[in-house]
């Protein structure tokens, strides 16, 4: 009994890690963007790990603090030496998440202030994390209540520092509404912000021509979840009309006010979908016809507000 246990135990940590890692690995793998036409650039290969990666400092850190009530409770030298050993595994994963991270946040496609907050607190939950682990090596090497207490309240800091980091990665990739949307609508009313503000001049939300307001409609419909306020792929949004005439990353300006033959934008919506440029990429529905003219008609009349 007493040599069958171990290797039990042993065996079913491997399990566990192995079932943990595929089901992490499986549905991330799917959410990769398939570019397979583009020149093979390193960053772009590794960026999309750290949506796999970021899932093992979290899960390790809530087993630890569940681990860590566990020895509260029952106090044992050997579940401590776990705890060491799954907060190393912390600290490792949290590494790579940070490092996966400085490379996905290339590109500058994110709202700028949200990945700034979610870099702070992300950086926030590594160093706590790490801090947590010399706080316990510390009380390994010489057990005593200070130690143990310093640890307990850092790794509740961890804890924190995960959730809001999390959450604003959430909203960086999938919006800020995305917990909330489908909420019961008191939860939603609870939570929404003051009315509108006064648009901005120059946003199209301030459209007051017919050609503005019909042009308006179609972007939010087909452009603005990849070019609007949460993200900015390829520096380009379609709300703002400064932007919308000078084009994004590429320089080449993307309205030409009275000339949609000279409007990159155009081009780009004109492409065949097989094309790498096409806009909307990705098989995303196109503009269809009367979406179209929509566009052309709003440039040759000058592309107003
Ligand atoms: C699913 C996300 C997505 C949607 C939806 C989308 N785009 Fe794009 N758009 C991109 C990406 C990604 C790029 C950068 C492409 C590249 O660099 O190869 C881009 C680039 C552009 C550019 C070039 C910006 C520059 O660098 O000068 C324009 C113009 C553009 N899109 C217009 C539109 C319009 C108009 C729509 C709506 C009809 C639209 N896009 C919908 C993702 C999207």
């Not at 909330?180 to 939570?191: H, Y």
Request: with cysteine; hydrophobic share 50%.
């Amino acid at each position: 009994m007493t040599r069958f246990r171990p290797s039990f135990f042993r065996a079913a940590w491997w399990l566990l890690a192995l079932a943990g890692f595929a089901a992490v690995a499986a549905p991330a793998a799917s959410v990769v963007p398939a570019m397979p036409t583009h020149p093979f650039s390193w960053t772009r290969f590794l960026a999309p790990f750290h949506m796999v990666v970021l899932h093992f400092p979290i899960g390790v850190v809530a087993t630890t603090a569940l681990l860590e009530i566990w020895v509260w409770r029952k106090p044992s030298a050997e579940l401590r030496r776990v705890v060491q050993f799954t907060m190393t595994i912390a600290v490792l994963a949290s590494i790579a998440t940070m490092l996966f991270g400085v490379l996905r946040a290339e590109g500058g496609e994110y709202q700028p202030a949200t990945l700034s907050h979610h870099r702070g607190w992300g950086i926030a939950a590594g160093s706590s994390i790490f801090v947590a682990w010399a706080l316990h090596w510390v009380q390994l090497r010489e057990p005593g209540r200070g130690a143990v207490v310093a640890f307990r309240v850092m790794l509740s800091v961890c804890m924190a520092c995960l959730v809001v980091a999390g959450h604003l990665g959430g909203s960086l990739t999938h919006g800020t509404t995305y917990l909330t949307e489908n909420a019961p609508s008191a939860i939603r009313d609870f939570l929404s912000e003051t009315p509108e503000s006064t648009p901005a001049p120059g946003s199209l939300s301030a459209a007051s021509s017919p050609e503005a307001i019909a042009v308006k409609a179609v972007f939010e419909h087909k452009c603005i979840a990849c070019h609007g306020p949460e993200k900015q792929k390829s520096k380009f949004r379609v709300d703002d009309r400064e932007i919308l005439l000078k084009g994004g990353k590429s320089g080449v300006p993307a309205v030409v006010p009275g000339d949609p033959g000279k409007s990159n934008l155009i081009r780009l919506c004109t492409l065949p979908m097989t094309s790498d440029d096409a806009m909307p990429p990705d098989g995303k529905e196109p503009l269809d016809a009367r979406e179209l003219m929509t566009v052309v008609k709003w440039i040759q009349a000058g592309a107003p507000l």
